[in-house]
C-alpha cells in the first residue's frame, strides 16, 4: 500500500512518492525511500514488495552500467523500461512473479519520459501515471491539473497535491512525501560532455 506518481515535464521529469511502508493494516516504517536515483537521467519509484522491487531496481541500475561500459553510451529510458518489463514477464512466466509495479521517469536524446511497467511485464507511456492503493485518490488531482507544457516545478507541485490527496483517505499512504527531479539539462549537460 503506497502512493507514487510519476509526471513528465516540458524540461524534465519527476518522480513523487508518500513514504509509508504497511504490512497489512499495521504501519510497518513511517519513512522508506520508494524513489530510487539510477543516474542523473532516471529514476524509478516503487509500488508494491518493497524486496521484489529493491531487487529488479539493483539488476537493472547493474544492468545499465553494464551496457554503457561495453556501448559506450546509457540506455534510453525506454530502453531501461523494457530491461524491467523482461524481468517482470520472465518471472511471470516461471510462475515465480515479482509482485511489485515501477514507475520510470527520465531524460535522453528523445526528451522526458514517463512510463510504467506492472507485474506482467507491460510497459504504457503516459504524461502522467500513479500507482499504489491511493492511486485513485491521486489520479483524481493529477487529471484535474495536468496540461501539457508543465514545467518541472509545476509538475513537482501537481505531484505533490496528489500525493498529498492520497495520504488524506488512503490509510497505506502517509508519513510525508519524497521527490526526484530529472531535469532535462542535466541529461545534455552528459551529452555534451
Known amino acids: 500500500m503506497t502512493t507514487i506518481v510519476a509526471i513528465k515535464a516540458n524540461d524534465g521529469a ?16 513511517k ?6 536515483k539510477l543516474d542523473d537521467t532516471l529514476g524509478v519509484a516503487m509500488a508494491g514488495l ?15 552500467n553494464l551496457a554503457r561500459q561495453r556501448r559506450g553510451f546509457r540506455l534510453s529510458v525506454r530502453e531501461s523500461a523494457k530491461l524491467i518489463a523482461n524481468m517482470n514477464y520472465s518471472a511471470m512466466k516461471s510462475f515465480n512473479p ?13 526528451g522526458p519520459h514517463v512510463m510504467s511497467s ?24 493529477l487529471e484535474s491539473g495536468f496540461k501539457k507544457g508543465l514545467t518541472l516545478e509545476e509538475a513537482k507541485d501537481l505531484g505533490e ?20 527531479m530529472l531535469p532535462l539539462n542535466s541529461f545534455k549537460a552528459k551529452v555534451n560532455a
Open 98 to 110: 515479482f509482485y511489485t509495479e515501477l514507475l520510470v521517469a527520465g531524460n535522453d536524446a528523445e
Open 161 to 180: 497535491r496528489a500525493v498529498r490527496a492520497a495520504m488524506e483517505r488512503d490509510p497505506g499512504s502517509g508519513g510525508g512525501v519524497d521527490f526526484l
Open 14 to 29: 519527476v518522480l513523487i512518492s508518500d513514504k509509508r511502508a504497511s504490512k497489512g493494516f499495521f504501519i510497518g516504517a
Open 118 to 141: 506492472d507485474m506482467s511485464g507491460s510497459i504504457t507511456t503516459e504524461d502522467f501515471t500513479a500507482s499504489g492503493s491511493g492511486s485513485p485518490m491521486a489520479y483524481g488531482v
Open 31 to 36: 519513512e522508506v525511500q520508494k524513489i530510487y
Open 50 to 64: 518493497m524486496s521484489d522491487a529493491e531487487y529488479v531496481i539493483n539488476v537493472v541500475k547493474a544492468e545499465r
